[in-house]
């Protein structure tokens, strides 16, 4: 009895959170030691007043903390957390600060600190701040392959294509190639990417293959080889962590978590909400939600649509990117609507013929 009462006593706050952005870095400020969550580093913000709109609370909070003057126009969402700490419900409604006026300090006596995206990781947050973390290391364009059915050539068409389209990460899947031959396309490819700064997503079913071939110092070849993630469909996702599942007792799921602990990012593919909340409980650090319009690649069911985009978006605790119809043109749109960013395979996958 008490513990449900306890749940309904609990303060659920809506926090307006700035990244302050310049030239690539991005401002960090410590959280006093007796606070909630004290400590910690945090992007500055605050809890939005009553009567206030996000962005408002948000420009009045960093001119409090930090003393600038935030252009409340250029405030761009980037992702909306729900989370539930044992004493607190907070909602953290995270903006891009990309344009202001003045110095920052820390006005309340707080340190401050500029930190480049890419070394967010060494720094010590609350735990509602992991995907935003993501969110923000993650780029705007995920792209996925179309048909490959020989290693050289899909080796040639990868790099001419995040190169032409700007893509900086891609999930390359095996699609016609033999598994040994999919393998011997990522592992060259990674090397490239590597050295091109594009992160490499590949399949579940080679993960597991290497996995069981070479226990678990295939995590650390992995990474080592410029292969930088793992994509899961949605049912080898439902199938992970699952109690039925053969993978459990092979121990995949432990491998992908020392996977994900050593720094690989896991990727599903995801379809409804079930799908989305099974992800944020196994550790995904994003998701692809489709369709969202009807793809021009292949018939995937009937669309989600883009007021269900946006529940789910906003419903969401990790980065979601759009996938299902997705052009350059939606890219704003899905921004709009919180989620990371656009997902596709014609777009980009079969620009040059169309
Ligand atoms: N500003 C900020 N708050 C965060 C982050 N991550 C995170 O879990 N939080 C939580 C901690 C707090 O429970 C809540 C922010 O509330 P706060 O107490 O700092 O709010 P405030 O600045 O309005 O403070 P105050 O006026 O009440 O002193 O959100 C983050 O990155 N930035
Ligand atoms: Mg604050």
């Known amino acids: 009895m008490s513990g449900f009462i306890d749940a309904h006593a609990k303060k ?20 006093p030691d007796h606070v909630h969550q004290g400590g910690l580093w945090e992007f500055p913000g605050g809890k939005v007043e009553q009567g206030e709109t996000v962005e408002v609370a948000l420009v009045r909070e960093l001119s409090e903390e930090l003393g600038i003057q935030a252009n409340p126009s250029a405030l761009i969402p980037l992702i909306q957390i729900h989370h539930d700490y044992s004493d607190k419900l907070v909602c953290l409604d995270v903006w891009r600060v990309p344009e ?21 990781g060494l720094y010590q947050f609350p735990q509602a701040n992991v995907p935003i973390i993501a969110a923000l290391q993650l780029p705007q364009r995920y792209l996925i392959t179309g048909s490959i059915t020989d290693p050289e050539a899909g080796f040639h068409k990868l790099k001419a294509v995040c190169e032409r389209a700007a893509i900086k990460l891609v999930r390359v899947r095996r699609s016609e190639l033999t598994l040994d031959d999919y393998g011997i396309l990522v592992m060259r490819f990674g090397a490239w990417c590597q050295q091109a700064g594009v992160h490499l997503m590949i399949d579940f079913e080679l993960f597991t293959s290497l996995f069981k071939q070479n226990g678990s110092s295939a995590i650390d070849s992995l990474l080592q080889n410029g292969i930088s993630g793992v994509h899961l469909r949605s049912r080898e996702l439902l199938a992970v962590n699952s109690s ?3 993978e459990d007792e092979d121990g995949v799921s432990g491998a992908l978590e020392a996977f994900s602990a050593a720094g690989g990012r896991l990727a599903a593919s995801c379809h409804n909400k079930d799908e989305i909340e099974h992800a944020e409980s196994s550790g995904m650090t994003f998701v692809v939600l489709s369709p969202i319009e009807a793809a021009r ?11 269900a985009f946006r529940g ?12 299902g119809g997705m052009t350059e043109a939606s890219l704003e749109k899905v921004i709009s609507f919180g989620g990371q960013g656009i997902s596709a395979v014609s777009e980009w996958w079969h620009g040059e013929t169309r």
């Open 12 to 31: 659920r706050i809506h926090v307006a959170v700035g990244v302050v952005e310049r030239d690539g870095l991005i401002l960090l400020a410590k959280r």
């Open 100 to 120: 202001f006026f003045g110095h920052p300090q820390g006005v309340e006596g707080q340190p401050v600190e500029w930190v480049p995206i890419e070394q967010l």
């Open 297 to 307: 690649s292949h018939d995937a069911g009937p669309e989600l649509g883009w007021n």
């Open 244 to 246: 039925e599942s053969n």
């Open 312 to 323: 789910l978006v906003a419903a969401a605790k990790l980065p979601v990117y759009a996938l």
